[in-house]
């Protein structure tokens, strides 16, 4: 498992966030951020794809060490 935090434009829907039930969402003004463990990087191709697809912009992703 890796911890990461994944910085976005905009907010999430309820229902995206939903989509991701192992990141927590914190939303802030103009962005929001979601952190959380993922298994391995398919999975996290899996977010960032799923977020583009919804027109959300990723700003950046950043791995949290232990």
Do not use: C, W, Y
């Amino acid at each position: 498992m890796t911890r990461v935090l994944i910085r976005v434009n905009g907010e999430l829907s309820h229902e995206l966030q939903k989509a991701f039930p192992q990141l927590s969402v914190q939303a802030h003004r103009e962005q929001s951020t979601l952190t959380g463990d993922v298994p391995d990087q398919e999975a996290l191709q899996g977010v960032l794809h799923a977020l583009r697809a919804d027109d959300i912009d990723v700003i950046e992703v950043v791995t949290i060490p232990d």
